[in-house]
């Protein structure tokens, strides 16, 4: 089993960065392909950005290409998101996700693939 404890969320004005980071604990972290999603009030939990085993292979939805960015670090067991130029949508509860079924060049792209999950950070952003 893996535990995941998000942090970084806050409250920002658009155009503004955050850096969100999740820490995981338990089984060796790389052994699985790591996401974040996101949900908002009202909206279904979508995926944000995935990255594979090694950190080689990364996916970004449509919404977040050129603003976000996904990294992993093996030795530290943790994996963090760069987001920046926010905009009001980009508010969310945002959520780390650990997935056995990923690979080295594998990402794992829906939420139904990720068998862990973290509980959640909250990120507004103030138009």
């Known amino acids: 089993q893996v535990q995941l404890v998000e942090s970084g969320g806050g409250l920002v004005q658009a155009g503004g960065s955050l850096r969100l980071s999740c820490a995981a604990s338990?089984?060796?972290?790389?052994?699985?392909?790591m996401g974040w999603f996101r949900q908002a009030p009202g909206n279904e939990r979508e995926i944000v950005a995935a990255i594979s085993l090694s950190g080689g292979v990364t996916y970004y939805a449509d919404s977040v290409k050129g603003r976000f960015t996904i990294s992993r670090d093996n030795t530290k067991n943790m994996v963090y998101l760069q987001m920046n130029s926010l905009k009001p949508e980009d508010t969310a509860v945002y959520y780390c996700?650990?997935?056995?079924?990923?690979?080295?060049?594998?990402?794992?792209?829906?939420?139904?693939?990720?068998?862990?999950w973290g509980q959640g950070t909250q990120v507004t952003v103030s138009s």
């Open positions: 338990g089984r060796t972290f790389s052994n699985y392909a």
């Open positions: 996700a650990a997935s056995l079924y990923g690979g080295h060049t594998i990402v794992v792209t829906t939420s139904r693939g990720y068998d862990y």
